[in-house]
């Protein structure tokens, strides 16, 4: 369900460049569909790819989606105390899709750290769930800020601390007016006295233009009475409680800044953080989800039916084990 009706763009893609989506894509030529036969090995892991399976070549309209599409992948993977490095090389390697992990290194405090062991199994989960649950493991284990991913606007998924993903900003314009429209509500109807219209005519006042109506007026717009400026304040409010609260620098944070402006919010955040406002326009509504746990709102993406036929995900399950070092 998304929240807004998104306005344009004031950087990187403009409204014209999301309105070409793949799955609308028409049909794939029959010579670039490929058999693969071959066993594939990565970092000690054995991935075979079943006999006859077809492997679809398409040419993506959006990077972005292309990547989110490729980490729809199923795996079935046990990690045994894996080096983290290993384990987005793993990632990245056994679906095609480009991962920029953001390291600890000497220019910057705060990262991934290569050398964490990561332990733990899933079964039957899309790739880009798999990345999820590695990189909440990182965050408990790590001294840093609390990890998260977004894309970029080449296209590639980006991944680490997120005081490292608040650097990547771009500035979207949401327009709210459906929001702070309210309807008028006369919850409060009149009366009508047939009983003193017809007195008065036989009175001999032929009617006298009086009103068969009592009390009409009591019948007001039983409105909150706020102005259009204190609506918008109140949506904003909302949105900074439920999503990503401490990242937002009315609340001390480095992620995002939100203003109201004649019935359009304006957002300057990272890509993680509109993803949860308004999720992908380039992603089908039927495939996100939006739910609020503990206080917090999660957009997640399913891989939609249309998109699954094309790419054959859907018959090409990987089952792997990654190995710790020995």
């Not at 998104?6 to 990187?12: D, F, N, P, W, Y």
């Not at 492997?55 to 079935?76: F, H, N, Q, S």
């Amino acid at each position: 369900m998304k929240m807004f009706r998104r306005g344009h763009a004031v950087a990187g893609f403009g409204l014209a460049a999301l309105l070409a989506p793949l799955w609308a894509a028409p049909a794939i030529a029959q010579n670039n569909v490929q058999l693969p036969k071959q066993t594939v090995t990565r970092i000690g892991t054995s991935v075979s790819a079943p006999a006859g399976t077809e492997t679809v070549v398409v040419v993506a309209t959006r990077p972005e989606r292309d990547t989110l599409v490729k980490l729809a992948r199923p795996l079935t993977v046990e990690f045994k105390e894996s080096r983290l490095e290993d384990v987005i090389k793993f990632l990245a390697e056994v679906t095609g899709a480009d991962i920029e992990a953001m390291w600890l290194d000497e220019q910057n405090a705060s990262g991934l750290n290569k050398d964490m062991l990561i332990t733990m199994t899933t079964k039957n989960l899309n790739a880009l769930k798999v990345l999820e649950k590695v990189l909440q493991k990182s965050s408990e284990k790590g001294d840093f800020l609390e990890n998260g991913w977004q894309m970029s606007d080449t296209g590639a998924i980006q991944i680490g601390p997120k005081d490292r993903l608040n650097v990547f900003k771009r500035l979207e314009l949401y327009d709210i007016n459906d929001l702070l429209l309210e309807l008028p509500r006369y919850d409060q109807a009149p009366e009508f006295d047939l009983q003193a219209v017809l007195q008065s005519s036989n009175a001999g006042g032929g009617g006298g233009g009086q009103s068969p109506f009592r009390d009409t007026q009591q019948n007001r717009d039983a409105s909150t009475g706020l102005t259009r400026d204190e609506k918008g304040r109140q949506v904003i409010d909302i949105i900074t409680q439920l999503i990503e609260t401490e990242q937002w620098s009315d609340n001390g944070g480095t992620g995002g800044t939100i203003r109201y402006y004649q019935g359009s919010l304006m957002v300057n955040a990272p890509d993680y953080i509109h993803r949860q406002i308004n999720g992908y326009d380039y992603w089908p509504a039927s495939a996100q989800t939006a739910t609020v746990v503990h206080g917090r709102r999660w957009v997640s993406l399913n891989l939609d039916t249309a998109t699954s036929v094309l790419e054959g995900f859907a018959n090409q399950p990987v089952t792997a084990v990654v190995p710790g070092p020995r």
